[in-house]
């Protein structure tokens, strides 16, 4: 009641006419955040429902911290630390002003844009702050971060008009800038995943000698290098469960993304071009993170049921179709479902129209 009445007590001076008034928009991006909006639809058709995007969003972050803890410790694993706290605390450390950098960039832009066009603050860099870090090396340079925020934000987002209207994920367009501008600093060897070591990652062992030194298990658990969220499956697939479980995230995008790289992946092992397992592709690189948090993205994905099964089986079959044909670029995940988020209009324009067509032949049918 204390942080109410406080709030309520400073709101004229932020309201229309009031002192701070063209402050507005900034206000009560900040009173949203603390509580919940009392306004409610006067007319029209409308949904009362309890979940907004806010809800929804913080859902996200919840099923993303199990892969980001893991991360962190890994940080430090990678480190040659073997103790648990002290390999968490070493890796927090090393991720905590990536985060800080990727959050207070894309804020001041987004808060910039809602003041200039006095419009509302939306809630969706709540998600998009927090994936831009989980995607990069843990070490990369922190101007690089900024730099690859405002790229996202500004030409990913506000550009198309903000939240639920960009046309690609946000969280993979800062990766995309940050990799084809500044690529030794986001792949290769050059890329340093522990203080005074280097080295390739596993999908990057994979990619060019079709082995890697680490077990299943530490992959599996993610005790191999790599950004920060992506290495740990198991904390993936339980980030999964919560999305799920919450009917945040589709099951169809998220199962036919696995059924396409899976079927891709047998069919090139099969035909002599891979000399790995293929499952293996789902426990190295990005391709479980992105199935999870990127592909099932409800604002760049298939609307339809039909789309949905659609779209993931080719973000799932492009992946891998880039891993092993290119193998100068060994991770795919990225670029695949970019692409398909480019395509995600055109399948859903085409299922509607079949869909039309058909009905349109059962009425004559019946007539």
């Known amino acids: 009641m204390g942080l109410r009445n406080i709030v309520d007590k400073i709101k004229p001076t932020f309201s229309e006419g009031g002192k701070l008034g063209f402050l507005h928009s900034t206000f009560e991006g900040f009173e949203t955040f603390l509580f919940v909006p009392n306004t409610t639809t006067q007319r029209g058709s409308h949904v009362r429902d309890c979940n907004d995007i806010k ?77 831009i870090p989980l995607v990069m090396p843990v070490t990369v340079p922190l101007w690089i971060v900024a730099l690859s925020t405002a790229f996202a934000v500004v030409i990913g987002k506000e550009v198309f008009g903000g939240t639920g209207m960009n046309v690609f994920n946000p969280a993979l367009l800062a990766r995309a800038f940050a990799f084809f501008a500044y ?18 990652t596993a999908l990057e062992q994979l990619g060019s000698t079709g082995e890697m030194q680490w077990s299943v298990m530490d992959a599996f658990i993610g005790l191999i290098p790599g950004s920060l969220g992506e290495t740990s499956t198991a904390a993936i697939l339980l980030g999964a469960v919560i999305l799920l479980f919450t009917g945040v995230a589709s099951w169809r995008i998220m199962l036919s993304v696995f059924v396409g790289g899976l079927a891709f992946a047998y069919l090139f092992d099969a035909v002599g071009m891979t000399e790995y397992p293929a499952y293996y592709h789902l426990l190295v690189g990005g391709f479980a993170f992105g199935a999870v948090f990127m592909a099932t993205d409800p604002v760049t994905s298939a609307q339809t049921n039909c789309g949905k099964w659609i779209y993931g089986f080719m973000v799932g079959a492009l992946a891998i179709l880039i891993r092993v044909v290119n193998p100068a670029y060994p991770e795919g995940m990225m670029l695949s ?31």
Do not use: C
């Open 55 to 131: 809800r929804v969003m913080i859902v996200v972050v919840l099923a993303l911290i199990p892969a980001m803890l893991v991360g962190m410790y890994n940080v430090g694993y990678q480190a040659g630390i073997t103790e648990i706290f002290p390999a968490f605390w070493f890796g927090f450390l090393k991720a905590l002003p990536t985060i800080i950098v990727s959050y207070v960039t894309g804020l001041a832009i987004e808060f910039a844009f809602a003041q200039k066009r006095k419009h509302e603050i939306n809630e969706g860099f709540l998600v998009t702050g927090l994936l």
């Open 183 to 200: 690529t030794p600093q986001m792949s290769g060897e050059a890329v340093w995943y522990a203080d005074a070591k280097t080295g390739a």
């Open 337 to 367: 479902i970019l692409f398909m988020n480019a395509l995600a209009p055109l399948i859903d324009y085409f299922v509607v129209e079949r869909n039309v067509a058909r009905r349109k032949k059962l009425i004559k049918n019946v007539k």
